[in-house]
């Protein structure tokens, strides 16, 4: 047989233009070539967080099936749908409008593992005695849409039926798969038992007015947790927002939450974000917990009733404004060594590098204000720490008999307690830090300043507990300056010749028993009146003690403990245009060149014909 004279130039031009459809598929979006994808797939959200499908709260109606639910029965204008046994039963992928009530009935979502079903609540009445009043059986995914101004309730009684307890249905709204709360109307949620809202898969809700109680967690994930815009009261016997995976991210973006729990206001089995909103808890054990790591990023934090207000191993809080008020730990760094179990051992720290965060607990007797035991890092952001003077507890406690360091390197901190178990600042620290003890103490509502020796403040605090020991640091103290200290009528003037030291004339045990001025040169004399020429200084404004300045600018030597080990957290949305170390920018590398299954398909393409190529050139060679 012989073979085409331009076999050769056929084989090369294949090679070339297949080489060139592989430069195109992998750099296409540069060439300006669109990338279509499922809108609610990973990574294709407009948001890291959210999807556009999650975000969209007003979808269009038209042209959609209306579901009408008649007490015992239900009318269906459409396909997709049909009732049974006293349900409503959605079959297929697609969008639904739900209007009217059921008596004793549940609506059912039963389609295929890839659909989305969208359900539009517009003055919707569930009811059910013996089940959950929304079940998602099976789908991709499920979007429950609150119609604007519209007012919707779901109610189950108190013992579930056998057939819903083997399929573990254990709330109101129960889903075995992913579901998104949206829209501006209204849902209030009751149960008899059982939780609220629980999702086996993700629950993302990012609108509307949610009213949730239930004798056990109020809104309950296993996977993931995510929120934004949403307004959400919540009563629970157990916890208010509870996410249950380990591997799972609880984020609160946005939003306005009144919780009240017998345990805790939020919880996590895995990591907690705070980015933003308003949050009240009032929390029979922790305001927050979290088993890996909690993060506060922003937003107005308030724990009016608490055992402790944020327990976590890691706790990073570097903007927002916190008010805390425990009967123990304010925060609580509960990681660290466990000599029985030295494989569950975990880094441990607090770290603060921005915000105001305020604690007081008036009842404190064995409880601390910042309780680490590992770390305590502090680099920015205004601290106020108010528990009284008796009792065996620290403003400030840290895991100093196991290494670690209370370390300041910016912010305003003023932590008051009593002396009795009073830790000082480490030397490692960069900005200057007082601890000042004594032994007669003051009445709760003593006023502290901290002032240049001309009357200056630099730091001005009233606490609403009495108070032996208070600890004190300011950006503006500087090494080998001379200041003044004001405890109500008691003035002391004081030189710093350490950045770290300890001032004061009782003995603390922290110290061996001795305070010995700790490297600080007292100019003479003990304490004494405050000079008359001394400016006025007015307590705060605020009621509960916290701070009236407002926090300064994050500085420059941030903390150098990181933040949670997460990528989404690190890689895509920075708090600060701060460049990566080499490790995380080694990291970002080798992720971002790891093979996708479409890279895989073009290689095999590119093999194939390449192969063919030579068979030709093999077969047909003259």
Known sequence: MSTHKYIDFICVAVLLFTLLLT??????????????????????????WFTANDLDGSWDTTH???????????????????????????????????????????????????????????????????????????????FLTLAAGSVNSMTSGEVYSERALADRTDGVIFSHDDLTVNGSGSLTVTAGCGHGIAVN????????????????????????????????????????????????????????????????????????????????????????????????????????????????????????????????????????????????????????????????????????GLDSNGDIRISGGVIRVSLPADGTNSALDYGSESGGVCAVSGGEIVACGSYSMAESFDATSTQCAILYNFSEGAEAGTEISLETLDGRALLRYAPPCSFSSVALSSPELKLGESYRIVIGDRSEELTLTETAAAYGNAASPMFGGSMNWGGMQRPGGGPGERPDGAPASPPPDRADGAPASPPPDRPDDAPTSPPPDRPDLDGERPETGAAPDAQTQTEQAQ????????????????????????????????
């Open 64 to 142: 959609v099936p209306v579901i009408t639910l008649k007490g015992d029965t239900a009318s269906i204008s459409g396909g997709g749908a049909y009732f049974y046994d006293g349900s409503v039963v959605i079959a297929k992928a697609g969008r639904y409008v739900l209007r009217g009530a059921l008596d004793d009935g549940s609506v059912i979502v039963d389609a295929d593992s890839g659909a989305k079903v969208w359900l539009l609540l517009d003055g919707v009445t569930l009811r059910r005695s013996d089940d959950a009043c929304l079940r998602v059986e099976q789908a991709d995914k499920v």
């Open 23 to 48: 430069v195109l598929f992998i750099n296409g979006e540069r060439f300006g070539l669109r990338v279509i994808v499922d809108e609610d797939a990973e990574g294709a959200a407009p948001s890291v």
């Open 201 to 368: 898969d993700e629950l993302v809700v990012t609108g509307g007015r949610l009213d949730v109680s239930a004798p056990r967690d109020a809104i309950r994930a296993n996977d993931g947790l995510r929120i934004c815009r949403a307004v959400i009261t919540a009563q629970a016997g157990d916890d208010a927002l509870a996410l249950k995976g380990a591997d799972g991210l609880l984020l609160i973006e946005s939003g306005s939450f009144s919780l009240s729990a017998a345990e805790d206001g939020v919880h996590s089995g895995g990591e907690i974000l705070i980015e933003g909103g308003s949050l009240e808890i009032t929390a029979g054990d922790d305001g927050i917990h979290s088993d890996a790591s909690v993060c506060i990023r922003g937003g107005t934090l308030r724990i009016d009733e608490c055992h402790e207000g944020i327990e976590a191993p890691t706790i990073d809080v570097s903007g927002g404004d916190l008010t805390i008020f425990p009967t123990d730990d304010g925060l609580n760094a509960n990681g660290g060594f466990d000599p029985f179990a030295p494989e569950a051992s975990s880094e441990t720290w607090i770290s603060v590098s921005g915000g105001t965060l305020t604690v007081v607990n008036a009842g404190a007797r064995d409880a601390d």
């Open 591 to 622: 992720a971002a060149f790891v093979p996708t299954r479409e890279t895989w398909l073009l290689l095999g393409l590119w093999t194939l014909i390449l192969a063919g190529g030579l068979v030709l050139v093999i077969r047909f060679k003259p």
